[in-house]
Structures are given as structure tokens and as C-alpha cells.
T-cell receptor, first 119, second 111 residues
């Protein structure tokens, strides 16, 4: 069975601080996909990134960066120079792949990390 | 404007009632999903459908039912058999092969 653990329930930082959200996963599949989603107070989940299990390159997008390490089954998310608008719940998720290597779209979510950025 | 529309945004249910949550999409994608969100538990999969007239149970299907009569619509019925229905319900569509796109959700409360 697949499992995603986000050990940090809540994180509170002051604006301009860097913050890292941890994500550890478990799966028996060799092909899988990892995701990060942001949930602002409005409730809608906003897609941030998708990474497949064969691509361990770290990725940077503006102030966001992701560190994928298969050896430790981790997919951590760092926000550099945090801003008040970054305040939200962040979810890490895992999806198995079908025989064709594409995702079924069935996501296993972590419990979420509530990030609060204070001005 | 392409997207997913969930309605209503807020829904109140009396004990013993069935209620239906609507999910409509104009993204022309086949796969649709229903997730339930409870505080501190993340999202859990209720039902999903990969093509019209076909759907499968997710991890917590008991007390719920769905239909998929047309590609654009995937309504979820919360039946009286669901003992703890108060939650936030999210509908999603799988875009391309790997990215799930979510609606804005329906918050269901039992009164």
C-alpha cells in the first residue's frame, strides 16, 4: 500500500524566511509520480509540481524548489524568501502508474502542512 | 472558460437524508475523481471514473454512490448510510496523463 507522510502539521515563519516542507513516501511501485499541491483558504487545490520516479533532478521555479531523493524516499519542498501570500495548506501526494507508465490519477495524499507566514 | 464546477459550495443535510453533490467539467477529459477532506487527514479517494458508464470504488466508498452517464458530469450522492458525512468534498479531473485539476469544493454539514 502507498503512504505519504508529512510530519510537520503546522509551520509558522516570518516573511522573508526560507521554509522547507518535508514529505516522505512509501510505495512498492518502481514507476510512480509525486506531486505538491497548495490549498489556499478558498479551498481549491492548486497544482504546483509533478515529478516522476525516474527523474531525480531538483527543480526550481521562482521562489519554489523541490528536492527529490529516492534513496530516502523524500520529496521536500522549499520556499525561499517566504511571503504572506504563501500562507496555505500544502499537500504532498503520490500516484501509482499503470502498465503504460502514465498515472491512474488516483492520488494518495499526506496529511498536509499548514504554513503561516507572518508579516 | 475551461474548468471544473462544483455545486453547491455549501450544503446542509439533515440526518437520514440523501444529498447529491454536482461536479461538471468542460475540459473534455475522461477521468474524474471524488475526494473527501477531513481536518488533519488530507484527502481520501471516494470514487473515480475513467470512462462514461464506468466507475470504481476508492478507499472510502461506503455510504456513497456515483453515476457517470455523460463525460461532463460525475455527481456524488451521500447516502443516509454514510455515518459521518460532514466534510469538504473535492472533485478532480485528470488532465493529460498525470496532472489532476481540482474544483473549488463543496462543504457538507449535517444539521
Amino acid at each position: 500500500a502507498q503512504k505519504v507522510t508529512q510530519a510537520q502539521t503546522e509551520i509558522s515563519v516570518v516573511e522573508k524566511e526560507d521554509v522547507t516542507l518535508d514529505c516522505v513516501y512509501e510505495t512498492r511501485d518502481t514507476t510512480y509520480y509525486l506531486f505538491w499541491y497548495k490549498q489556499p483558504p478558498s479551498g481549491e487545490l492548486v497544482f504546483l509540481i509533478r515529478r516522476n520516479s525516474f527523474d531525480e533532478q531538483n527543480e526550481i521555479s521562482g521562489r519554489y524548489s523541490w528536492n527529490f531523493q529516492k534513496s530516502t524516499s523524500s520529496f521536500n519542498f522549499t520556499i525561499t524568501a517566504s511571503q504572506v501570500v504563501d500562507s496555505a495548506v500544502y499537500f504532498c501526494a503520490l500516484s501509482e502508474a499503470n502498465a503504460g507508465g502514465t498515472s491512474y490519477g488516483k492520488l494518495t495524499f499526506g496529511q498536509g502542512t499548514i504554513l503561516t507566514v507572518h508579516p | 472558460d475551461g474548468g471544473i464546477t462544483q455545486s453547491p459550495k455549501y450544503l446542509f443535510r439533515k440526518e437520514g437524508q440523501n444529498v447529491t453533490l454536482s461536479c461538471e467539467q468542460n475540459l473534455n477529459h475522461d477521468a474524474m475523481y471524488w475526494y473527501r477532506q477531513d481536518p488533519g487527514q488530507g484527502l481520501r479517494l471516494i470514487y473515480y471514473s475513467q470512462i462514461v458508464n464506468d466507475f470504481q470504488k476508492g478507499d472510502i466508498a461506503e455510504g456513497y454512490s456515483v453515476s457517470r452517464e455523460k463525460k461532463e458530469s460525475f455527481p456524488l450522492t451521500v447516502t443516509s448510510a454514510q455515518k459521518n458525512p460532514t466534510a469538504f468534498y473535492l472533485c478532480a479531473v485528470l488532465l493529460g496523463t498525470v496532472k489532476a485539476f481540482f474544483g473549488q469544493g463543496t462543504r457538507l454539514t449535517v444539521v
